[in-house]
């Protein structure tokens, strides 16, 4: 239904949470409509799983960034130009796909830098070639929105360079004020909105509270989880665990081997091939679990996921919202468990005042680093409210609040949250040791250097 949407309609805003088949809302318009479809991603591992995909699919597609050699940009552009009657300029490849181009996968910087991809497309929307533009992740675009990127900016002239090219943005996480700035900021007009309900009705949201230690202490972290890998007979079940840094991943997924768990892990810091490698294992059901940073899960398209538990508190509610809808996108109960801890909690707002303090310094308090950094500090604020346990409330209501949806009071399958279950349960760690060093770290002029990475 979305995608005949996207093909009579346009321009067209779609929100449509993880697992709701965001890609292939323009993945198919595209090859319903004429030409050829520009797809501007903001991550090379995002368009590199969905060409593989594609390719499996066997649709001709095919992305151009700083990633592909430069043979293969040559064809890319050759193809390009053989479909819109242009001659050949470049070097052609003897084993080139003779097939039409369809989907053409691109970075924001990509389109922007007057480079021969750049101008090859002016030639070619000239040419009346460009089918649809879908600009994915378009949450990047908005100051208000938790991912703002300086490379999305430069997408705010779009409409003025191809005034009437379709347009199709798509997004998993926008709230209502971000919405409002995509349409600003895309020139969108009167787009038609497709929104589906951030409710995820299988996903049961689940915090416990580990009391007065902090998640560097796995003690409590670790009663809690075994408490519900056992409650929920997770043994053998696929899993993912967040944790903050690298180095997290490592000991958290040690201690589970220690224990009997099947798992590896996962950061940024490792080879492409081993983290290749985790990820297929992990995929292919060698392992049950993995344990990563944010660094993984983008574009992960597993449909079994039992359990993600939140070993640190995320930074933002979008965040905990995408990690915690990788989890049942078969439809079967899942649950998206979060380790709090008041101290943690503490320590996370903490960090997000100094990156404020810190922005308004460097850039000034009219700057846009600055506003987005106070509105990943108001998201933090929401967050706190939704996994904590100061204030008890429904924590699924307080999500789909934050997205300005109403929790349906049709929702009955009594496994909503701990809250409503009334199971809201409390860890006490015994290890003091490392909550100690937790103090002498908060404190400690390295905090940013380990939290941040990924
Ligand atoms: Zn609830």
Known sequence: MYISMCFIFTPVLGILPTGAGKSLVYQLAGLIRPGFTVVVTPLLSLSKNQIFNLHRRNIPAQEYNSAVPWAVKCDTLNRLRRDAGLPFVRPRMPQSDQRELKLLYVTPEGIASGNALSRLLDVLYRAGRMGLLAIDEAHCISEWGHDFRDAYKQLNGIRKRWPNVPICATTATATLRVAESIVTGLGLQNPHRINTSFDRPNIEFLSVNCVDHPNYDTCSNRDAFFYYYSKYQWQGKCGIIYTDSRADTVEVSTMLQNHGVRCGYYHAGLKLDERNLTQNKWEEAFIDVIVATTAFGMGIDKQDVRFVVMWAIPRTVETYYQMGGRAGRDGRPSVAL?????????????????????????????????????????????????????????????????????????????????????????????????????????????????????
């Open 338 to 454: 979060t380790l709090y801890s008041d101290v943690f909690a503490t320590w996370r707002e903490w960090q997000a005042s100094e990156e404020c303090k810190n922005s308004r310094k460097k850039h000034g308090a009219l700057s846009e680093k600055y506003r987005h950094k106070m509105v990943k500090k108001e998201s933090l604020g929401t967050l706190l409210s939704i996994v904590g346990h100061r204030i008890p409330r429904c924590r699924r209501a307080t999500v789909l609040e934050y997205f300005g949806e109403a929790k349906d009071t049709k929702y009955q399958s009594g496994r909503c949250c701990d809250i409503c279950s009334n199971e809201s349960l409390v860890f006490r760690g015994q290890g003091g040791r490392k909550h100690f060093n937790f103090f002498l770290y908060m404190i400690g002029p390295s905090w940013c250097a380990n939290s941040q990475q990924c």
